[in-house]
């Protein structure tokens, strides 16, 4: 398990381990391997040769930090289903947070580097990666794209450090995939000028029963657009914001879920994104954390792998043979092990593209639906091999595959994603 956890710096914005930008522009590759390579299991591909030395670094930091700090903590989160929101500062004391925002305190790090930290919070847990996918892609890549010159400047370097936390609302009780039907509104305060009354109800909104810092989507009763608003939870007059828990979730039980309830929410004028409307807002923050989903998925399915590999080598069964001297066992493995590498390595291709600024939605729609899918197949899989046990907690293996189905269904279910795709093949649209 320990593999990543070599000495780096303590924290990813020591001198040394992020160069200033400019010097990360010119791409220095890690070690390269021996002329003749040993067939390396936990990364049959290589992919490590595509990474920079600070990536490297970076992701060597954040997997230390999983691995000491995280995952003694899932089981009893998990079965408690109890979020500690400290962890949410933890990782924002180790620059973990916004970690590919330039400024506010925040790191400044390239897509992929941002991947590699999604995929080590995964390898422990989906749960604590939705959290942190929340706070740094949804809620904060969401102010720094749209947001105002004050707003950066109010909500980012707190978010950063993980003392103002956040959450997304899109979702609503009857329009999830579709959410251009959303229902919640925002009219003019008529009495308060500079001020918008929000309405409406927002659902499974990761983080929101603990988030200080809510990014809500609402229409505009005078345009019938959508457009984004900054409700600060500190600002709302009591009866006008409530964001109970939703409990007794049978995955990603070490998050924290809840809904979204608006009546007549008093919002100042400048908490409302002033240039972006439509879908064209919430759809390019859920770009970013999709992109962190198809990367983070494989830090669970590789997981699994490494879970299932020792079970299979310990476990002995028919003439004291270890199962894993079995074809079927074997085969199990082997496809895991090959959606893994070809998963990573779709990945770092497509943050590539990112930082390029060549990277199509329709990619990152690819990367998402493919990794889930196959992160969860093989996770169902990997299961069988753990025979009875499988059924305790202990093993973890059921802990992600119950978290892989609902990352293949949230940030758009797989199939809707199939659409996506399928209209940019045939130009023909598939969704209604
Ligand atoms: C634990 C958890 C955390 C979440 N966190 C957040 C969050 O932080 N913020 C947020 O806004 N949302 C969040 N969500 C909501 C999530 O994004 C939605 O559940 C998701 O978008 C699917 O919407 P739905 O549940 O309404 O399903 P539906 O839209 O009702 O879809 C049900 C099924 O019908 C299929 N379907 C729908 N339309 C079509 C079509 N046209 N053609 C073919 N098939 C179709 C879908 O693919 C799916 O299989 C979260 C969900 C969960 C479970």
């Known amino acids: 398990m320990s593999r990543f956890l070599t000495k780096t710096c303590p924290r990813l914005i020591l001198a040394g381990c992020l160069p200033a930008p400019a010097a990360r522009s010119a791409r220095t590759y890690a070690s390269t391997a021996s002329p003749i390579s040993q067939f390396d299991w936990e990364d049959p591909l290589l992919s490590k040769n595509l990474l920079t030395g600070e990536e490297v670094a970076i992701s060597e930091t954040a997997e230390r930090y999983c691995q000491e700090q995280m995952?003694?903590?899932?089981?009893?989160?998990y079965r408690d289903e109890h979020y500690d929101p400290k962890i949410l500062q933890e990782m924002g004391e180790l620059g973990l947070l916004g970690a590919t925002i330039k400024g506010y305190g925040c790191a400044g790090v390239s897509s992929v580097a941002g991947g590699l930290i999604t995929r080590a919070v995964?390898?422990?847990?989906?749960?604590?990666?939705?959290?942190?996918?929340?706070?740094?892609?949804?809620v904060m890549g969401g102010i720094d794209d749209f947001g105002s010159a004050e707003l950066k400047e109010r909500y980012l370097p707190e978010m950063a450090k993980g003392t103002l936390l956040g959450a997304f609302g899109l979702t609503e009780p009857n329009h999830g995939s579709d959410p251009g039907s959303m229902e919640t509104t925002a009219r003019p305060h008529p009495t308060k000028n500079g001020y918008y009354l929000l309405s409406g109800s927002k659902t499974w909104i990761t983080n929101s029963p603990i988030?200080?810092?809510?990014l809500v989507w609402a229409k505009l009763q005078e345009t019938g657009k959508i457009r984004g608003f900054v409700v600060d939870k500190r600002d709302a007059p009591a009866g006008t914001l409530e964001t109970p828990a939703i409990k007794n979730k049978n995955g990603l039980r070490a998050s924290i879920t809840g809904m979204i309830h608006l009546a007549d929410c008093p919002v100042p004028k400048e908490n409302m994104f002033p240039h972006v409307e439509g879908l064209r807002g919430p759809f390019t923050c859920l770009n970013s954390a999709r992109y962190g989903i198809a990367f983070g998925t494989m830090g669970a399915l590789e997981d699994c792998i490494t879970r299932a590999r020792t079970y299979a080598l310990e476990r002995k069964q028919f003439k004291g043979n270890p199962i894993a001297k079995y074809q079927l066992v074997q085969k199990k493995l082997a496809d895991a092990v090959t959606d893994a590498a070809y998963g990573v390595l779709a990945?770092?291709?497509?943050?590539?593209?990112?930082?390029?600024?060549r990277a199509t939605p329709e990619m990152i729609s690819m990367i998402k639906r493919q990794n889930c899918d196959r992160a969860l197949y093989n996770a169902r899989v990997l299961q069988e091999i753990f025979g009875g046990n499988a059924v305790s907690d202990e093993y973890g293996i059921?802990?992600?595959?119950?978290?892989?189905?609902?990352?293949?269904?949230?940030?758009?279910?797989?199939?809707?994603?199939?659409?996506?795709?399928?209209?940019?093949?045939?130009?023909?649209?598939?969704?209604?």
């Open 398 to 432: 059921g802990r992600h595959v119950a978290n892989l189905f609902v990352t293949q269904t949230y940030e758009g279910q797989s199939d809707i994603h199939s659409l996506i795709l399928g209209r940019a093949i045939t130009g023909l649209q598939a969704f209604v």
């Open 347 to 357: 990945a770092i291709q497509v943050g590539r593209l990112k930082d390029e600024g």
């Open 211 to 214: 988030a200080d810092v809510l």
């Open 122 to 138: 995964e390898r422990v847990d989906s749960g604590y990666r939705s959290g942190m996918s929340v706070q740094s892609s949804l």
């Open 71 to 77: 995952l003694p903590r899932v089981l009893r989160a």
